[in-house]
């Protein structure tokens, strides 16, 4: 039965890709537009730093947002396709390897919030996910996700994205395949294990089938409130970086952060471990210690370092795992961004 | 009596889904009854794996995320 009140599907279609289209226009004509904003409306002078960067925050200010938003819905479209319990299904009894592989691959499409990472670690556990897959699904879930993939692309471009996104995944699988293969089992609180559930079709197992309607809402309903949380971190990050693209003259750190201090990645993932931060607030940071000459591979190690391990983490953590557990955990995690850390300097 | 549970830790979502369950309940008119459970072997009893969690009555109703007030009385229903 139609709703007299809500627009038709065809329609909601309808205004859907007109939408697509104006953004794509939108989107190619914003370095003109900065142009000529910066130029011929403020009327600043060309190779001037504060035209510099007026002109690149002009530039990438919308592009980011504008970017943010499509793939946050987009996501948020493809996470109502899948819930913790259908994910848990897939991965139950899994051999570790293939189960690594895909407990890393849908710790980035399932929604995941780290409130509830400690139900979903019982509740993988309990129902007979092994150990290392359900930690391959914690390492990849908070680290990869798409505000930072988006942020990531839009200020350093595709590459850098691509190499986030398939070394992230790679850490994710090989660490908690590394953690599989120590047999930690009895370091988990016990517990945990005696709630031994079987993975039963507990209430709400997959839900009803969302229909179309739902699954837009549940995009409108991700921009709105991931959008809504970081927007003000993102514009922050890209003033900080126009600042520096307008003023500060490269490679004022080169010597203490740069490609050739070996120690700088150590460094910075020592640092980053502790530190808890969202993917967009750790973009101005980013920026900044790019701006003073530090190499992109520590910064995006020490950007990895901060969204996917951190005290808090480790405290909720606590309250499943005993304390050499989550000191492994960790120990390895940091490991994998080290070697990341220095992947990142050689190949970029 | 219609007996809410809220199961959560203590984030912002789970105080959400309280406000609106809250709502959605006065809303009805009936007679409930709204407790939080924070304890974490108590919200593993239910077998959920996300929070926030809504439980009526004793059975989990929706996990996740904080529904439209709409849905919240559907589910109160």
């Given at each position: 039965m139609r709703s007299t009140?809500?627009?038709?599907?065809?329609?909601?279609?309808?205004?859907?890709?007109?939408?697509?289209?104006?953004?794509?226009?939108?989107?190619?004509?914003?370095?003109?537009?900065?142009?000529?904003?910066?130029?011929?409306?403020?009327?600043?002078?060309r190779g001037s730093h504060l035209g510099s960067s007026v002109e690149f925050f002009v530039y990438d200010s919308p592009k980011v947002m504008m970017l943010l938003v499509l793939v946050v819905f987009g996501v948020g479209v493809v996470r109502s396709f899948f819930t913790p319990e259908r994910t848990r299904r897939l991965l139950a009894g899994r051999r570790e390897s293939i189960g690594n592989v895909l407990a890393a691959l849908l710790g980035t499409v399932t929604p995941f919030c780290s409130c509830s990472a400690v139900p979903l670690f019982i509740g993988f556990v309990t129902a007979g996910v092994p150990l290392g897959v359900t930690f391959s699904f914690l390492i990849s879930a908070?680290?990869?996700?798409?505000?930072?993939?988006?942020?990531?692309?839009?200020?350093?471009?595709?590459?850098?994205?691509?190499?986030?996104?398939?070394?992230?995944?790679?850490?994710?699988?090989?660490?908690?395949?590394?953690?599989?293969?120590?047999?930690?089992?009895?370091?988990?609180?016990?517990?945990?294990?005696?709630?031994?559930?079987?993975?039963?079709?507990?209430?709400?197992?997959?839900?009803?089938?969302?229909?179309?309607?739902?699954?837009?809402?549940?995009?409108?309903?991700?921009?709105?409130?991931?959008?809504?949380?970081?927007?003000?971190?993102?514009?922050?990050?890209?003033?900080?970086?126009?600042?520096?693209?307008?003023?500060?003259?490269?490679?004022?750190?080169?010597?203490?952060?740069?490609?050739?201090?070996?120690?700088?990645?150590?460094?910075?993932?020592?640092?980053?471990?502790?530190?808890?931060?969202?993917?967009?607030?750790?973009?101005?940071?980013?920026?900044?210690l790019l701006g003073k000459g530090a190499a992109l591979g520590t910064v995006l190690a020490?950007?990895?370092?901060?969204?996917?391990?951190?005290?808090?983490?480790?405290?909720?953590?606590?309250?499943?795992?005993?304390?050499?557990?989550?000191?492994?955990?960790?120990?390895?995690?940091?490991?994998?961004?080290?070697?990341?850390?220095?992947?990142?300097?050689?190949?970029? | 009596m219609k007996k809410i549970q809220i199961l959560g830790t203590g984030c912002a979502k789970c105080q959400n889904l309280a406000a609106v369950a809250g709502q959605a309940a006065k809303a009805l008119g009936a007679p409930y009854e709204l407790t939080k459970v924070t304890d974490l072997k108590q919200i593993m009893s239910f077998r959920v794996m996300s929070t926030p969690a809504l439980v009526v009555d004793g059975v989990v109703k929706l996990s996740g995320r904080v529904p439209t007030i709409d849905e919240a009385k559907q589910l109160l229903g």
């Open positions: 009140t809500a627009p038709s599907l065809p329609l909601r279609l309808l205004a859907a890709a007109a939408g697509l289209v104006a953004w794509w226009w939108l989107y190619r004509h914003l370095a003109a537009f900065s142009a000529w904003f910066t130029y011929s409306v403020a009327g600043l002078d908070p680290m990869i996700n798409e505000v930072a993939l988006v942020l990531l692309f839009g200020m350093f471009g595709w590459k850098v994205a691509g190499l986030y996104l398939g070394l992230g995944l790679v850490i994710a699988i090989i660490a908690g395949w590394v953690l599989g293969r120590l047999k930690l089992e009895k370091h988990v609180e016990p517990w945990v294990y005696e709630n031994m559930s079987g993975g039963n079709g507990a209430a709400g197992d997959d839900g009803p089938a969302m229909t179309w309607s739902e699954r837009v809402r549940a995009g409108t309903t991700a921009v709105r409130e991931i959008v809504g949380k970081v927007w003000i971190y993102v514009l922050l990050g890209i003033a900080v970086g126009a600042g520096i693209h307008g003023y500060v003259p490269q490679n004022l750190m080169a010597s203490i952060m740069g490609r050739d201090a070996w120690w700088s990645v150590p460094l910075a993932v020592l640092l980053g471990v502790p530190m808890y931060a969202n993917a967009a607030g750790i973009i101005p940071v980013v920026q900044a020490f950007m990895m370092a901060v969204i996917g391990l951190s005290l808090p983490e480790a405290i909720i953590l606590r309250q499943v795992l005993r304390p050499r557990l989550i000191a492994t955990f960790f120990g390895v995690v940091a490991g994998g961004i080290l070697v990341v850390g220095y992947l990142f300097n050689w190949l970029l | -």
